[in-house]
Structure formats: C-alpha cells, structure tokens
C-alpha cells in the first residue's frame, strides 16, 4: 500500500529557498512516477513538475521552470522539491501524488507561505 | 496548453438525486486520456476516474465518465452524502503541462 508523507513547509521571504520532501513507507517508490501539484489557498490544482521512475526524465510546468528542482532517492523511498526564487504566487499546499500522467495516490500536502 | 472549463460552477441537489458535471477542453485531447477528482476540505484529491471511464480501485459504481474529444462528463447516479464535495478533471493526452479544469463543488441543497 502506498503512504506518502510530505513535509519541508512553512513560511519564507520572497526570494527565499525551501525543499519539501515525500517519502513512501510502501515498497513500491522506485516503480513509480512521482508528481507535485500545488493548491493555493481556496483555489484550484495546479500540475507542478513530475520525474520518471529512475530520475532520468523530468518535466516542470512553465512557471516554475529554471526555478524548481524535482528530484528523487529510490534508496530512501523519498521525492524532493527543491523551490528556489520562491515569489508569493507559489504560496500553496504542495501534494506529492504516484502516477506519471495523473495522481494515484496522494499525501496529505504540506503548507508552503511565501510572505514578508 | 489546453483549458479545461468546468460547468457548473457550483451544484445543488439532494441526496438520492443525480448529478451530472461537465468538463469541455478548448481542444480535442488525444486517447481520451482525462481524469476526474474528488476533493473534501482539508483532504488530498482522490481519484476517481481514468481514461474519461474507467473507475478507479474501489470506487463506487455510482460513479461514471463518459465523453470523447473535448466534451467529459461525471455522472453520479444516486447521490450520498459522503459525495458533496468539489470535483475537478484534469487532461494528460496532449503536450504538457497537464492542466485542471477550475472545478464544480456540489453542495447539497
């Protein structure tokens, strides 16, 4: 059974870095494409980035790109989003879902604010 | 990038009713590959249904999408409570990035 747990949020300075984690205590991580969509505050989902099985491809949507790096350990059953430049728009709760066209499963989301 | 526009906006009926929920692309997506979520406060998305039909892993029968091209539908057939939520659609058989319709929250009247 997959259970995904993010964590990593909080509150940083635009302009600021943060890296938000997700790890699976199943034992199927490394089978699958992982994603992160964001939900900001009241409003809808928002694709964010995605990674194949073995890291080898990656894909992230316009707005983040060149700012945000997705990234994975299989060995540790853990996804990683590494958010640099963050600006108040990336103000949002981030999800970790398997799949690698849409979320499978999901975490229960970890809490990103970017404000002065 | 495709748009996807979700109608209605909101959606009121009663328990044992039918609800039924649009979502139309701005163009045609490829192999019918669009999804659908149900989504309660506080909680993740889950999902629903795959390749505009197919039920998801224990997902009731009340359930269904249909639809090809740019018009999906999301019928549920007899309403229960434990189903008012917010409901989106989302496409992954075109270029990227995969988008979400705005989403319906159906509410009970």
Same mark, same amino acid.
């Given at each position: 059974e997959v259970?995904?747990?993010? /964590?990593?949020?909080?509150?940083?300075?635009?302009?600021?870095?943060?890296? +938000? /984690?997700?790890?699976?205590?199943? &034992?199927?991580?490394? /089978?699958?494409?992982?994603?992160?969509?964001?939900? *900001?505050?009241?409003?809808?989902?928002e694709w964010v980035a995605n990674i194949k099985e073995d890291g080898s491809k990656k894909n992230y949507v316009d707005?983040?790109?060149g700012r945000f790096t997705i990234s994975r350990d299989n060995a540790k059953n853990s996804l990683f989003l590494q958010m640099n430049s963050l600006r108040a728009e990336d103000? *949002?709760? %981030?999800?970790?879902?398997?799949?690698?066209? %849409?979320?499978?499963?999901?975490?229960?989301?970890?809490?990103?604010?970017?404000?002065? | 990038e495709i748009v996807l526009t979700? /109608?209605?906006?909101?959606?009121s009926l009663s328990p044992g009713e039918r609800a039924t929920l649009s979502c139309r692309a701005s163009q045609s997506i490829s192999n019918n590959y669009l999804v659908w979520y149900q989504q309660k406060p506080g909680q993740a998305p889950r999902l629903l249904i795959y390749d505009a039909s197919?039920? *998801?892993?224990?997902?009731?029968?009340? &359930?269904?999408?249909?639809?090809?091209?740019?018009?999906?539908t999301l019928t549920i057939s007899r309403l229960e409570p434990e189903d &008012?939520?917010?409901? %989106?659609?989302?496409?992954?058989?075109?270029?990227?990035? %995969?988008? &979400?319709?705005?989403?319906?929250? +159906?509410?009970?009247?």
């Open positions: 259970q995904l747990v993010e /964590s990593g949020g909080g509150l940083v300075q635009p302009g600021g870095s943060l890296r +938000l /984690s997700c790890e699976d205590s199943g &034992f199927t991580f490394s /089978s699958h494409w992982m994603n992160w969509v964001r939900q *900001a505050p009241g409003k809808g989902l707005s983040v790109k103000t *949002a709760v %981030y999800y970790c879902a398997t799949g690698g066209w %849409y979320g499978v499963d999901w975490g229960q989301g970890t809490l990103v604010t970017v404000s002065s | 979700q /109608s209605p906006g909101t959606l197919s039920r *998801a892993t224990g997902i009731p029968d009340r &359930f269904s999408g249909t639809g090809s091209g740019t018009d999906f &008012f939520a917010v409901y %989106y659609c989302q496409q992954y058989g075109n270029s990227l990035p %995969y988008t &979400f319709g705005q989403g319906t929250k +159906l509410e009970i009247k």
